[in-house]
């Protein structure tokens, strides 16, 4: 039966060509816009390497201080002084690692400028995440510990500065420093901010020794990797105790932290849904939202495919009729007419998926955003299959529906 | 006429409503769309104030320094006035001078300013004497500021004119204090300017306030930007000597030296990005919107042959079919236009949108409303023209 149902729609789909175009031009365009902003979502959240434990990984990624009164506040990146001392000894984790915001540091190549980003990390930084090494190795906690000048650098920061050659082992000038390279990674994407940067190096070679003072904010960041999943909710209570009891330099201008032990896409939903508060994650809510969007998009390309259909079926009453006198029921029909739109969006969404994996790569190209490298996976192709079949029976469903309601005696007529 | 129409269309009311829908919805999408297009554009064919060709902008201190106050403070003292010194060797630079706030980046500093208990809030920014002649700013009024200011027990303050109408009307602020009347210290208007817009051409102009700063030698008036404007043809080559001269004079500071017309180039690629994004989907919608019409329209008018043709048959004239296909396009169009219209007028009302002006509203408005038409007649023609060839004969034989 659905063997004959699909043979049919497929008649259908080649009589009227013109509607035919129009109803897939709608399906794969929408379906491409959709999947550009779920590329982009997995791009920036998903787990990819080198951020492959993200499922037991927390961070301290902003912080806020209030002053007695309540009425000034400071909402930020915390200090290097401030995370060494509360959040390094957490207890009950695996490993913490501090690191900076990049922040852009200038080099001279033959006279001209060169602009990159300069991330300074601990040791630990290389041991949570994992990343590939094209050639030599991370930096370590001794290497933190003893000062030592070097650096890791990504592959564009080699092509820029050594042409492609062998790096390990030579010297790079960055904001006036000299670091000797001891590693070279492939480039991470920009958008995954906890791992980007063009070079990194070791904290301790700051220019002065300042940021280990007392002060609460800064360029700081932490991470913290957990023993287990499980371990989560202990240790965002931990953190809260620590933040109870963290010695403020200068208590009457500032005297309460805030913060939550979290993952990005917490940070995200936050920041989307304009929250100020810390507490109950809100990742639901955001996604919540995010659907609700995507609905409110695809509401126009759903009412001009319902017009169509209604159109489409229309020019089919007489069929309509002669099954009706036989005695096909209403429900069969619609069946009939829902399985072969769903038909017709899933040949759209196959033309969609070629659309978008082009655009995606048009983007990437383009180096709007440097260094992304967009890509459909197994998880957008489920995201952009399920965005097409909800499309499918929703601009089905109706049209299917308001047909099968005809008298048999006026559809045999063949009017609507 | 138009009563016939609407007549026809009401009988098909069942059928139509689905149009009337998408055609609001598109509305709505397309003013969206129009009124943001026509924002910016408002926006930035308005003048600047300054000129950013020939300009540099180096920021002294990363933005780690910057956060937290990380570097060694008595280095700071005075860093200002001896970087500025450092840069007046060099033949290539005709004119330096500090500043706070840099110029194309996102944020502002604002401060609530006074008179005669009349408020408003405006953007400010701390600037060195000699700041009019690297941005060449343009005075109406007054003066600018000047060496002999050091001696003052106020601040002297430069005004854009939009800050002068706001706050003082068609009185004359020179002289005239700005700050809350509360504080000891005032600031006092010295001069007007014509503009000065912060945050480039994409952003809609506002009332600013330059502060001047005086360099007194204490580690608070470290300047976050040095702005140089450099002799025409100096080259990138250069960058690098001041970039040497600026880490000897300051050790232990990061610096960075950027031309403002590449960091203006790269703040408008950045502004632009999603302003893109919505046209493209919006375009796409459009198209989408108007391939459907058409074949809704085609379905329409195949399906009313018998009533076309026998119209025909008792008299009626091609082109009266023509205009009548299209009248009723034009009425369902109307009546989904109506809704949007009616919809969108709330905005203003509830004080939704009202940063966009009244008249970039009804600019956004107008064009909107005469796109569609514009539309949905183009997608008329075609079916029109078929329905207007419908043979009487072959019509009335259909079925």
Redesign the interface.
């Known amino acids: 039966m659905l063997k004959n149902y699909l043979k049919m729609a497929f008649k259908v789909l080649l009589r009227r060509k ?2 035919t ?2 109803s897939l ?2 399906v794969s ?2 379906l491409v ?1 959709l999947m550009v902003l779920v590329a982009l979502f997995d791009h920036t959240f998903g787990a990819y390497p080198p951020e492959t434990k993200t499922d037991r990984t927390l961070g301290v990624l902003f912080v806020e201080f209030r002053s007695p009164d309540d009425h000034s506040m400071i909402n ?2 915390a ?1 290097y002084g401030f995370l060494d001392r509360y959040v390094r000894t957490l207890p009950n984790v695996e490993k913490v690692s501090l690191y ?2 990049p ?4 080099s ?1 190549l033959n ?3 060169v ?1 990159s980003w300069l991330k300074r990390a601990d040791g630990e930084f290389w041991q949570i995440l994992d990343f590939r090494f094209l050639e030599g190795r991370p930096f370590t906690p001794q290497d933190e510990k003893d000062r030592n000048f070097v650096a890791v650098i990504n592959e564009t920061t080699r092509k820029r500065f050594f042409s492609d050659g062998p790096a390990v082992g030579k010297f790079l000038e960055v ?2 420093q000299h670091f000797r390279v001891v590693g070279v990674v492939p480039d991470i994407p920009i958008l995954r901010i906890v791992p980007f940067a063009d070079i990194w190096v070791p904290i301790s070679t ?3 020794d ?2 280990r ?1 007392q ?1 609460l ?3 700081y960041l932490a991470m913290i990797l957990a023993r287990q999943r499980s371990d989560f909710p202990m240790i965002k209570d931990e953190y809260h105790d620590v933040l109870k009891r963290v010695e403020f330099p200068d208590p009457q201008h500032y005297n309460k932290a805030f913060g939550e032990a979290e993952t990005l896409l917490d940070v995200a939903s936050r920041a989307f849904l304009l929250e100020r508060g810390y507490g109950e994650s809100p990742v639901r809510r955001f996604m919540a939202w995010l659907i609700l969007l995507m609905v409110l998009f695809m ?3 759903t ?6 259909n ?3 079926i ?2 089919r009453s007489s069929e309509i009729g002669v099954r009706k006198a036989f005695g096909a029921s209403s429900l069969t029909l619609v069946g009939q007419f829902v399985v072969e739109n769903v038909l017709l969006t899933l040949v759209g969404g196959g033309i969609g998926f070629v659309l978008s994996y082009g655009v995606l790569h048009f983007i990437s190209s383009t180096g ?1 955003i440097p260094y992304a490298h967009f890509g459909v996976n197994y998880r957008i192709f489920l995201g952009g299959l399920a965005i097409t079949l909800f499309f499918g029976l929703l601009s089905g469903v109706y049209p299917a529906w308001k047909m099968s309601r005809l008298h048999p005696a006026v559809a045999l ?4 | 006429m138009t009563k016939h129409l609407l007549t026809l269309v009401w009988n098909r009311r069942r ?1 139509n409503a ?2 009337v ?2 055609i609001f ?2 509305f709505l ?1 397309l003013f969206a769309a129009v009124t943001l297009g026509a924002y910016y554009a408002d926006n930035y064919r308005r003048p600047l104030g300054y000129s950013y060709e020939n300009v540099w902008d180096i920021s002294v201190g ?3 320094e910057m ?6 403070t008595e280095d700071k003292k005075n860093i200002t006035k001896r970087l500025l010194a450092a840069l007046r060797d060099f033949p290539e630079i005709e004119a330096s001078a500090g500043m706070d706030n840099p110029l194309f980046s996102i944020g502002t500093s604002n401060g609530v300013y006074h008179h005669q208990g009349r408020k408003t809030l405006a953007s400010f920014c701390a600037v060195t004497d000699g700041f009019q002649d690297v941005m060449r700013l343009e005075l109406v009024r007054g003066r600018w500021f000047e060496a002999a200011d050091d001696a003052l027990d106020w601040d002297p303050v430069l005004i854009n004119q939009r800050l002068a109408n706001e706050l003082f009307g068609s009185e004359d602020p020179l002289g005239k204090n700005i700050g809350n009347p509360e504080e000891k210290r005032q600031a006092r208007v010295v001069g007007i300017i014509t503009e000065y817009r912060e945050n480039g051409e994409l952003f809609e102009p506002e009332s600013y306030v330059l502060v001047r700063r005086k360099l007194t030698g204490v580690a608070d008036d470290a300047m976050r930007h040095i702005v140089i404007r450099v002799r025409p043809g100096t080259t ?2 250069f ?2 000597t001041v ?1 040497t001269r600026l ?1 000897a004079t300051a050790r ?6 950027k031309p403002l017309a590449q960091v203006r180039a790269s703040f408008l ?1 950045f502004c632009m ?1 999603p302003l893109l994004a919505i046209g493209v ?1 919006a375009a ?2 459009m ?3 108007s ?2 019409l ?3 329209v ?3 008018v ?2 009313r042959t018998t009533e076309i043709g026998l119209r025909r048959a008792l008299g009626g004239t091609a082109t009266a079919i023509y205009t009548q296909v299209l009248g009723e396009l034009v009425v369902i169009t109307s009546v989904g236009l109506l809704l949007g219209t009616a919809l969108v007028a709330q905005l203003p009302l509830l004080g939704v949108m009202t940063f966009v002006g009244t008249r970039v509203f009804l600019v956004g408005l107008g064009t909107s409303l005469a796109l569609i038409y514009l539309l949905t007649l183009l997608c008329g023609l075609y079916p029109s023209m078929l329905a207007s060839k419908i043979q009487p004969a072959e019509a009335l034989h259909y ?1």
């Open positions: 013109f509607f175009f129009i031009f709608g365009l929408t816009v930020g990146f200090g900076s915001f922040t852009t540091a200038v001279y006279g001209a400028p602009t904001d006036g700051a220019k002065t300042t940021y003072g002060k904010w800064g360029n509401l126009l390309p009412i001009n495919l319902v017009n169509i209604v159109s489409r229309r020019e709007l007529r063949g009017r609507g | 059928a689905l149009v829908l998408e919805i598109s999408v990363s933005l780690m956060i937290s106050g990380d570097s060694a990138a080559a960058e690098e970039m880490l232990g500071t990061s610096f960075e030296i690629r990005a989907v796409f919608l198209i989408m919107v391939l459907g058409v074949g809704v085609w379905q329409n195949t399906q079925e």
